[in-house]
């Protein structure tokens, strides 16, 4: 397992979490709403900067474009099915952050229901086939160059302490939905 995918899979593992801490927010009727949306509002916020901004945009910026620089089909292989759950992944985003703006929690749930359900399944594939084809792919040196690559796109795109920023809400939200 290379450097470069090895991090996009501790990505995913973090991702995984927080759909299931998703899981439990949806499904707990004992909160007020003003507290629902403040939670579903971080949960959003985490989506966009975490899991789209900075996971989606290493893998396609970088590893993606290797992948298809080293042969890899885009149209039709297993990057272009990649980048179109990504896309609709952000079409999940958009209709929870608009769900959210109108206070319909029922839209919000059904939204986020979808979304992880997408995105554990393409979770799935990255892991089992597009990151085992990767590491056949792609030698030592490439992943270390990959890498570097992917800690300066976090550090440009989402800022320095944001990562911490967002952890301390996955454990304020593990805490408050008693998910560990």
């Known amino acids: 397992m290379g450097k470069a995918t090895s991090n996009l899979r501790k990505e995913h593992d973090v ?17 007020k709403d003003s507290v629902k949306l403040q939670y579903y509002n971080e949960l959003v916020y985490f989506l966009k900067i975490f899991a789209d901004k900075c996971h989606h945009g290493k893998e396609e910026n970088y590893l993606f474009a290797e992948l298809v620089k080293h042969g890899m089909p885009n149209e039709g292989g297993p990057v272009g099915v990649m980048l179109g759950e990504h896309e609709q992944g952000r079409e999940y ?88």
Not at 15 to 31: A, F, H, P
Not at 143 to 148: A, R, S
Request: hydrophobic share 45%.
């Open 15 to 31: 991702i995984l979490q927080v759909l299931n801490i998703l899981d439990r927010m949806v499904s707990t009727n004992d909160k």
């Open 93 to 180: 985003i958009a209709q929870m952050s608009k769900s959210l703006e109108s206070k319909d929690f029922t839209e919000f749930n059904d939204a986020a229901i979808d979304y992880r359900d997408l995105l554990i399944n393409h979770i799935n594939k990255e892991n089992n086939i597009l990151f085992v084809m990767a590491d056949k792919m792609l030698d030592e040196a490439q992943q270390d160059e990959l890498f570097e690559k992917f800690e300066q796109h976090e550090e440009i795109v989402i800022g320095h302490g944001v990562h911490e920023e967002l952890h301390a809400m996955m454990q304020r939200w593990s805490e408050e939905f008693l998910v560990y």
